[in-house]
Structure formats: C-alpha cells, structure tokens
C-alpha cells in the first residue's frame, strides 16, 4: 500500500534525526482492548523510529495518550494527566501527543486547545496510521499539528506492531460500529462498520502462531458483524479467501491454524448470535466456551429506549439455546445502572436476568451522558444516588454469584495457559483457565507459557489454588 509506503519513509527520517541518541517513549492506553491493540500500532511504529519504551512517565521525551471516551471518568483521567504534564513540558521539552477516541470530538479539542496549548500533537482514530508522519512534522518544524478526520478511515496493513504479551495477541478484525446504540458514543468516534480482509487475518494469525503465540483474540465492537458491511454491498467485496465469508466462517478456520491453542473474541452483540457462530463455538474445540454476551439491561423497556434490538426475553431464549448447544459454556457481560428513565421494576429486571444467568463475570457501568448521543438528549436521567444505590445492589449480587460460581470449581481439573510468576508471590505460577479464570498454583519454570493441567483445591474471591498434575 502506498500509504504506508509513505508512512515507512517517516519512520526512517524521525529515526534519522534521533541518530546516536536513545530516546524514549512512555504510552498510557485508556479504554478498551481495540484501544490497547492501537496502542501496540503505536510503540510498534515508534520503535522503529528509534524510540524505547519506559514505564515511568518522568523518563519519557515523548508522551502518547491514547484516549477513550466511552464513559466521563476517562476524560477526567486525560486532564489530570494534561495537568502533571505541564511541568515537564515546560522544564524539559517533552513532545506530548494526544491520539484516540476522544481526539473525535470536536468539542475536546477545543478544550484541549483552549487548556492545554503545549500538547504537540493530536490526532484521531483515522489517522493513526500517519503518526510517523505527524510526529515528523512535529520534530522537524516544531509544530503544533491537528490531524483528525470525520470520514472512516482504511484499515491498513503492514503496520509494525510492538506486542504486550509473546503468549498473547490481540488482532482486530473489524472497526466501527453500525448499531448506534442510544448511550454509546463508538459510532460517531469509530466510524461505520469496515472488516479487514480474511487473508490478512488469517496470515497475521498463522504469523504469531510460528512466532509462538499461544492465544488469540479477535477484536471489533461488533465482531458477528465481520464481512456483513461488505455482503450487504455497503463496502467493496473482498476476494474469496478460503471459504471465509462470515463471523462464523472466520472461526472455524482460525481453529484450524497450526500452534494456536485458545481463541477467544470480543464483543458481540446478542442481535446478531446466529445459529452458525453458536455451532462454530461449539465444534471449535480450540474456542474458549466463556462468551461475552453484552446485556446492558434486564428490561425490554429499557433495551428499547437503549436501541439493543432484542428483548429480556429474547436474550434469555439466546442464552438457553447457546447453553444447549455448547457444554461447558460460561458467560460473562456488560450491563449500563440507572439508563435514562430506568424505574426500580426495570432495574428489577436486570437483577432478574443477572439470578437466572448466573455469570461468571460481570462488569458494571453507570449511565454515562455523552454529548452527541441520543441518550444524552433524553429528558428522564437518573440521579447519581438512585444509580449509585442500584450498582452497589447489583454489585452485591454479582458479588455471591461469582463466590458460588468459583465453589464449583474447588475438586475440578481445569487446562490452564501459564502466563509467569503471580505478581504477589514470585515462587508461585499464575495463569487462566479456558473462562479466564486466574489459578494459582506451585510449578517449575518450563511449566511457563504452556498449557497444563491443574486440580482445583480451593476458591478466593480473585482467583483459584490450584495444584499441578503431572502428566
Ligand atoms: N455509559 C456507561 N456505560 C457505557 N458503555 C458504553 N457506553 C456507555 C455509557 N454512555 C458500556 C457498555 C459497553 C461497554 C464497553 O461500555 O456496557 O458494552
Ligand atoms: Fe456501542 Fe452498541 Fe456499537 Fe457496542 S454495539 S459499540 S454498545 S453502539
């Protein structure tokens, strides 16, 4: 790709006029693991152009924000971070570049200008493929640069990447959503719904397997919607590439590759769980059964108001039917406290749903107005106090589900990917379980990025004893 091509050529004059010196790189990611795996894009291009990673930000000459803007409490993060790094802007020059999700939003740039003059660069989730670019322009006539667009950016290939974990990668799939729902800001941050090419995927994936990777996880926000854009004619068609032309095509072949031994994939969204991805899971036998199966509310109401497009009802019948067909399945989900307009029945509901499921993992959210979304225009919001009491109720059931779920475990044989030392106690081994459950046991060295077997012996809160069995 020309593009990139171009991008490459960046990176060898950013590297060219760091010649001789070590400079360095300090990236905080916020949000989600899209946001995480930009930010693996991110090091992976300023590596290349001469830069190493720190994790102390005082170290750093260069400081990469990546943004989310999903929920308020991140934006409060960014400023308090803006606010610390004003010292060092001043003291020692440091570059300062702002990229993600939030740099979308007109109205936080203006702020950022407004408050903060002395960030360097802001781009947005469509130009990342361009910061070698930016960041040249940046160093070599000392600029201030803007570079955000409004229209869906290319996924582009061939970017260098720089990954967190050598067990563990995350690939993306799709970007963009075109669900809108009523509380979410993503479809105006993110663009429409774009897949990248089968052949791509599946040749980054056969890549970390001979490299080593162990796991995989597929990311977009909306991954049962992989390739529908481009069957529905909305986008250009891609060549035939082994007969993958849909989410669950996709995963029976993923299954397929050679050294990968655990697949997992997030988030779907409940309306689009077709028979062909339940059977797919089930007959994948590398293909973790915990699915994240986002709920957002318990109320058919509410689900309504919030634009889900299924009901309490139907989502029960969905989970039923996936239970039936996949042994072993466990779920976890998403769920939004104090939606506008929510009543003390609808939340009822939700607990309702939450006792009938029973999740292995829940993770709680309060109602968050974003400006630009439906949601954020509608009349009946909640008060703090009334969604803070519902989440701390939520919380409390969530809470004796998950000490019930973890006794289940307690005399069971679990497969459990090693990902090193516990961070607590150095002497001991900590991995997961196929439900991504964190087990703890006593075991050598070679034990480590491998899958092995292990009896459950007893449960915490956090995580599972476990004792090794050899084989
Ligand atoms: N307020 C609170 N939670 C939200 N989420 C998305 N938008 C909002 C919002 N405005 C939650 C949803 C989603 C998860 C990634 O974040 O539960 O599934
Ligand atoms: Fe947001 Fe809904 Fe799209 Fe998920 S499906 S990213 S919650 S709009």
């Avoid at 152009?49 to 943004?67: F, I, P, R, W």
């Avoid at 809470?399 to 002497?427: A, C, F, H, R």
């Amino acid at each position: 790709m020309q593009e990139i091509e171009e991008q490459k050529r960046y990176m060898k004059e950013v590297k060219k006029i760091n010649e001789g010196i070590t400079k360095k790189y300090y990236i905080l990611t916020m949000g989600c693991q899209l946001n995480e795996n930009d930010s693996e894009k991110l090091s992976g291009m300023l590596e290349e152009m001469g830069y190493s990673k720190v994790e102390e930000e005082k170290e750093a000459d260069l400081v990469l924000l990546n943004t989310c803007c999903i929920r308020e409490n991140a934006e409060d993060k960014l400023f308090g971070k803006l606010g610390e790094l004003k010292r060092a802007k001043t003291e020692n020059g440091i570059i300062i570049a702002i990229g993600g999700c939030m740099m979308q939003q007109d109205h936080m740039i203006e702020k950022i200008k407004k408050s903060y003059p002395f960030v360097d660069l802001i781009f947005g989730t469509h130009t990342l493929h361009k910061f070698p670019e930016d960041l040249y322009q940046v160093l070599n006539e000392k600029e201030k640069i803007k570079d955000v667009l409004d229209i869906d950016g290319e996924i582009y290939e061939g970017l260098p990447i720089k990954r967190d974990s050598k067990i563990k990668a995350s690939v993306t799939i799709m970007n963009g959503c075109n669900n809108f729902c009523s509380y979410c800001i993503v479809p105006y941050v993110r663009g429409r719904e774009r897949s990248r090419n089968p052949k791509d995927i599946m040749e980054e994936i056969v890549g970390l397997a001979k490299e080593g990777y162990k796991e995989i996880t597929l990311l977009g926000q909306n991954v049962n919607s992989y390739l529908r854009s481009e069957k529905e004619g909305l986008r250009p068609k891609f060549e035939e590439y082994e007969g993958i032309h849909s989410f669950a095509t996709l995963l029976r072949k993923v299954n397929e590759i050679k050294g990968i031994e655990r697949i997992r994939f997030i988030s779907p969204h409940p309306k689009d769980f077709t028979q062909d991805v339940i059977e797919a899971i089930r007959d994948g036998e590398k293909i973790c059964k915990l699915i994240h199966l986002p709920l957002q509310s318990g109320s058919t109401n509410i689900l309504k108001k919030m634009n889900r497009k299924y009901s309490k009802e139907q989502y029960l019948k969905l989970v039923e039917n996936m239970k039936k067909i996949i042994p072993n399945l466990t779920l976890s989900t998403d769920i939004i406290v104090g939606f506008p307009g929510e009543t003390e029945e609808d939340f009822e509901d939700t607990l309702d749903v939450v006792r009938k499921v029973k999740f292995e993992q829940v993770y709680m959210f309060l109602y968050s107005r974003r400006v630009g979304t439906p949601g954020d225009k509608m009349e009946d919001q909640i008060p703090e106090e009334v969604k803070h009491e519902r989440f701390n109720r939520l919380k409390k059931l969530v809470e004796e589900q998950m000490e019930e779920s973890n006794q289940k475990y307690v005399g069971t044989i679990q497969t459990v990917l090693v990902d090193g030392p516990s961070k607590n106690n150095k002497t001991l081994l900590s991995g997961r379980t196929d439900s991504n459950k964190v087990v703890i046991f006593e075991g050598p060295q070679n034990c480590i990025h491998q899958l092995v077997k292990i009896k459950i012996i007893s449960e915490h809160m956090w995580y599972l004893r476990g004792e090794l069995i050899e084989e």
